[in-house]
């Protein structure tokens, strides 16, 4: 018999076939719209068909659309003079996607130790829960065993320990341990935060045993938890860190950061890509930094966050039997369900609101940044109508 369709099946898709987005909006080819407050999974920071972003692909794919890296490519050393400007690097590797920002990641910190004559220091400290991408070395990093069950043998070089246990991540170093690799709120994993002692005590760890604390910033990134980065809640710097998704508003495009001296391995020769830094993802990412920096958005992300937190908090009052608890921070929240989660999105995609289902039972709200304190709103009372429907069947299956 034929297949029903001549794509892979590894993604389970919903049955919505989207033409076109306004802001936080998304159109159904049958003109039904929903509020998209999954944005990607965390991609379109600025929503859908953002102008500002429009015109700078526009303006770019009428002048070149793609130079190789055997060249300079002016809006890379543009794009990466602004983002070192604001973060703790010094030195931007771009890419394509998350997982290879992560790949780069992994590289860097290993070419460090090697570069000092440690070639024994491979091994990458991870967490349980964790989400790194699908290549065969972010599987391993994730260490989830659906990911890496039948792709042969898990690429070596990474150890997992419980997330927020200081204590195993201590016993967890060896003579091998080169970096510790740690998302600041787990996306997949099921909006699990990493507490700012946990954070520190990383940061302290890496510190006194000369370890390169590499932040997965690919989710929580860019604006996200209110702040340009997750990790400057706790006050600490990271020696390298893999950004994407938010960076690129939609646009394929990711960046390994880090500071000058865990860059020093990293000599002509040892990475590449050929469409990483491409003019077109460069004009992108350039035009997101032009928003996401300008003076009072990160403001705005905060405020409307708050409307988000009361909103949850008194969902959770309202509706003890579907909700058991809110999770995360700024606009990457997470709603732990009492029922099975399955259903409660059925019900809230019944709303026309999209969310994303993620691990341990939760569906993430991950809006986009420019949603406004009335859109917010709008999609409260739509959470509400899906719980009270969640509650009304789960009523009549009691009885
Ligand atoms: C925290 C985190 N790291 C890495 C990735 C992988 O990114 P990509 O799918 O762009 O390779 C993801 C994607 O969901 C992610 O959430």
């Given at each position: 018999m034929p297949a029903t369709t001549p794509l892979y099946d590894t993604y389970l898709r919903a049955p919505?076939?989207?033409?076109?987005?306004?802001?936080?909006?998304?159109?159904?080819?049958?003109?039904?719209?929903?509020?998209?407050?999954?944005?990607?999974?965390?991609v379109n920071?600025?929503?859908?068909?953002?102008?500002?972003?429009?015109?700078?692909?526009?303006?770019?794919?009428?002048?070149?659309?793609h130079l190789s890296n055997l060249y300079?490519?002016?809006?890379?050393?543009?794009?990466?003079?602004?983002?070192?400007?604001?973060?703790?690097?010094?030195r931007v590797f771009f890419t394509n996607s998350g997982a290879e920002a992560l790949e780069c990641a992994i590289k860097t910190a290993r070419r460090y130790h090697f570069a000092k004559g440690h070639v024994e220091k491979f091994h990458v400290i991870t967490f349980e829960g964790a989400f790194h991408g699908r290549t065969l070395a972010t599987i391993a990093a994730g260490g989830q065993q659906k990911y890496i069950e039948g792709f042969g043998p898990k690429a070596p070089g990474f150890y997992q320990v419980p997330f927020g246990d200081i204590?195993?991540?201590?016993?967890?170093?060896?003579?091998?341990?080169?970096?510790?690799?740690?998302?600041?709120?787990?996306g997949e994993g099921g909006i699990r935060q990493a507490s700012k002692e946990f954070m520190q005590g990383l940061r302290e760890i890496c510190d006194e045993f000369g370890l390169l604390l590499i932040l997965d910033e690919v989710q929580s990134?860019?604006?996200?938890?209110?702040?340009?980065?997750?990790?400057?809640?706790?006050?600490i710097k990271p020696d390298i860190m893999a950004v994407a998704k938010g960076i690129?508003?939609?646009?394929?495009?990711?960046?390994?950061?880090?500071?000058?001296?865990?860059?020093?391995?990293?000599?002509?020769?040892?990475?590449?890509?050929?469409?990483?830094?491409n003019p077109l993802a460069m004009a992108v990412g350039n035009a997101v930094l032009d928003v996401v920096l300008?003076?009072?958005?990160?403001?705005?992300?905060?405020?409307?966050?708050?409307?988000?937190?009361?909103?949850?908090?008194?969902?959770k009052d309202r509706f003890p039997d579907v909700v058991e608890e809110i999770r995360g921070d700024g606009l990457m929240l997470?709603?732990?369900?009492?029922?099975?989660?399955?259903?409660?999105?059925?019900?809230?995609?019944?709303?026309?609101?999209?969310?994303?289902?993620?691990?341990e039972n939760v569906l993430r709200l991950l809006p986009p940044l420019i949603t406004t304190p009335a859109e917010a709103r709008e999609g409260l009372a739509r959470l509400e109508r899906a719980a009270e429907a969640v509650r009304g069947k789960s009523g009549d299956a009691a009885t």
């Amino acid at each position: 018999m034929p297949a029903t369709t001549p794509l892979y099946d590894t993604y389970l898709r919903a049955p919505l076939r989207f033409e076109r987005g306004e802001g936080v909006w998304l159109i159904a080819e049958d003109g039904t719209r929903y509020l998209d407050f999954a944005a990607g999974v965390a991609v379109n920071s600025l929503g859908h068909a953002h102008p500002h972003l429009v015109e700078a692909l526009k303006a770019q794919a009428d002048k070149v659309w793609h130079l190789s890296n055997l060249y300079e490519i002016a809006g890379q050393e543009s794009l990466a003079r602004r983002l070192t400007q604001v973060t703790f690097a010094d030195r931007v590797f771009f890419t394509n996607s998350g997982a290879e920002a992560l790949e780069c990641a992994i590289k860097t910190a290993r070419r460090y130790h090697f570069a000092k004559g440690h070639v024994e220091k491979f091994h990458v400290i991870t967490f349980e829960g964790a989400f790194h991408g699908r290549t065969l070395a972010t599987i391993a990093a994730g260490g989830q065993q659906k990911y890496i069950e039948g792709f042969g043998p898990k690429a070596p070089g990474f150890y997992q320990v419980p997330f927020g246990d200081i204590g195993a991540v201590k016993n967890a170093i060896n003579e091998e341990t080169a970096a510790i690799l740690v998302e600041p709120i787990q996306g997949e994993g099921g909006i699990r935060q990493a507490s700012k002692e946990f954070m520190q005590g990383l940061r302290e760890i890496c510190d006194e045993f000369g370890l390169l604390l590499i932040l997965d910033e690919v989710q929580s990134g860019v604006g996200r938890t209110g702040k340009l980065f997750a990790h400057e809640w706790a006050g600490i710097k990271p020696d390298i860190m893999a950004v994407a998704k938010g960076i690129g508003g939609g646009f394929p495009l990711g960046a390994c950061l880090a500071t000058e001296a865990a860059a020093a391995g990293m000599v002509a020769g040892t990475h590449g890509s050929t469409y990483g830094g491409n003019p077109l993802a460069m004009a992108v990412g350039n035009a997101v930094l032009d928003v996401v920096l300008a003076e009072g958005f990160l403001d705005k992300v905060r405020e409307v966050t708050l409307v988000f937190r009361q909103g949850l908090a008194s969902l959770k009052d309202r509706f003890p039997d579907v909700v058991e608890e809110i999770r995360g921070d700024g606009l990457m929240l997470g709603i732990k369900a009492k029922v099975p989660s399955a259903d409660l999105l059925k019900a809230i995609r019944a709303e026309k609101l999209l969310v994303v289902p993620a691990g341990e039972n939760v569906l993430r709200l991950l809006p986009p940044l420019i949603t406004t304190p009335a859109e917010a709103r709008e999609g409260l009372a739509r959470l509400e109508r899906a719980a009270e429907a969640v509650r009304g069947k789960s009523g009549d299956a009691a009885t």
